[in-house]
């Protein structure tokens, strides 16, 4: 079945960086666009970055250009999302998902948290 593990959230100071990673499972991971989207308490999810087929195309929410980067390794079913300049704002739950055949699926998330 269609399975997503996030990896590499953690406790980080100010301006500090992270790498987070989504292992993908269950389906041809190469023909599917990854979404990275941000949860805090209380609100919804929202896109924080996606990226097509390949590094050519992805998307940044104004909040994160120029400090994230999104990318893909289909030799190993990956979606990494480098984070840099971490900001206390940044702080959420950080979950990978994918849409195919008209179901969104989800991973469980991973917590960042960027704290003094």
């Known amino acids: 079945q269609v399975q997503l593990v996030e990896s590499g959230g953690g406790l980080v100071q100010p301006g500090g960086s992270l790498r987070l990673s989504c292992v993908a499972s269950g389906f041809t991971f190469s023909n599917y666009g990854i979404t990275w989207y941000i949860q805090t308490p209380g609100k919804e999810r929202d896109v924080v970055a996606s990226i097509g087929l390949d590094d050519s195309l992805t998307y940044y929410d104004d909040s994160v250009k120029g400090r994230f980067a999104i990318s893909r390794d289909n030799a190993k079913n990956t979606v990494y999302l480098q984070m840099n300049s971490l900001k206390p704002e940044d702080t959420a739950v950080y979950y990978c998902?994918?849409?195919?055949?008209?179901?969104?699926?989800w991973g469980q998330g991973t917590q960042v948290t960027v704290s003094p």
């Open positions: 998902a994918t849409h195919l055949g008209g179901s969104t699926y």
